[in-house]
């Protein structure tokens, strides 16, 4: 259960460096594709997160 805490948590900061990157990138079709995917990253962290520290431990 501790490698899916800190799997859920590495992801969310990753997708959110990711996104937090992409933003200040010069070149607009990386910028865009990079942002999409920081996002994504991001937003599968948190639901991931939410599931592995919402559920009970058995």
């Known amino acids: 259960m501790e490698?899916?805490?800190?799997?859920?948590?590495?992801s969310t900061l990753a997708g959110g460096m990711l996104f937090f990157v992409a933003t200040?990138?010069?070149?607009?079709f990386i910028s865009n594709a990079l942002?999409?995917?920081g996002l994504i990253l991001?937003?599968?962290g948190?639901?991931?997160?939410?599931y592995v520290f919402g559920?009970?431990?058995?």
């Open 3 to 10: 490698f899916k805490k800190i799997i859920a948590v590495i």
């Open 24 to 28: 200040r990138a010069e070149n607009s």
């Open 35 to 37: 942002v999409w995917a």
């Open 42 to 44: 991001l937003l599968l």
């Open 46 to 50: 948190v639901l991931e997160s939410v």
């Open 55 to 58: 559920r009970k431990s058995s």
